[in-house]
């Protein structure tokens, strides 16, 4: 159980399962507690909806199926995070439909860092990704130029002048890190 704020002095608790049920909005559940998603700016919002619009144009030209979306929430081992931009692979859109939560990860996500982020909880949330069924993770650093790219298998680092591919996940696609920074 976690107790929140619901108004001035009105603490409201609220437990996981009632959070998969109804999840709040730009609200993750963890360690136990709910967290609000904070610090995203005119930049990283930018950002984020291009890389939306990107993977989303992509799969819709090559057929792929599947679906994106933005801050969606998700279950891993532990938590429920909303990572900005994620896609789900036509298969396990068969087999898990749109729940409320989904229950694993996501296949292919990507967390736009924001300037307030801390670079230990960012990379704690991308090993979390990949340990609860998610297969590559984009961490996009607008403010540094950077795009690093993690699988179970290793990782890639792009910056200003190189081109970022999918590692795993949306085979052919790939972006000019300062056409998604730019």
């Not at 904070?38 to 950002?47: D, F, H, I, Q």
């Not at 307030?116 to 949330?125: H, I, L, P, R, Y």
């Amino acid at each position: 159980m976690v107790t929140t704020a619901v108004g001035q002095n009105q603490p409201r608790t609220l437990s996981i399962e009632e959070y998969v049920l109804s999840p709040p909005d730009h609200m993750e559940w963890v360690d136990g507690q709910l967290v609000e998603k904070n610090g995203m700016t005119l930049k990283t919002a930018r950002v984020q909806s291009k890389l939306d619009t990107l993977w989303r144009n992509f799969k819709n030209s090559q057929s792929l199926g599947g679906e994106v979306y933005t801050e969606p929430p998700c279950r891993t081992r532990q938590q429920i995070r909303r990572p900005d931009v994620a896609y789900l692979t036509p298969e396990l859109l068969t087999q898990l439909g749109e729940p409320n939560v989904l229950p694993q990860s996501f296949p292919l996500i990507a967390e736009i860092v924001s300037p307030t982020d801390c670079a230990e909880d960012v990379f704690n949330k991308a090993n979390e990704y990949l340990q609860s069924g998610g297969e590559e993770v984009w961490l996009v650093l607008p403010e540094s130029g950077w795009i690093v790219v993690l699988t179970n298998q290793g990782r890639s680092l792009f910056t200003r002048g190189e081109i970022a591919p999918t590692q795993v996940i949306l085979p052919g696609f790939s972006i000019a890190v300062e056409e998604l920074l730019g």
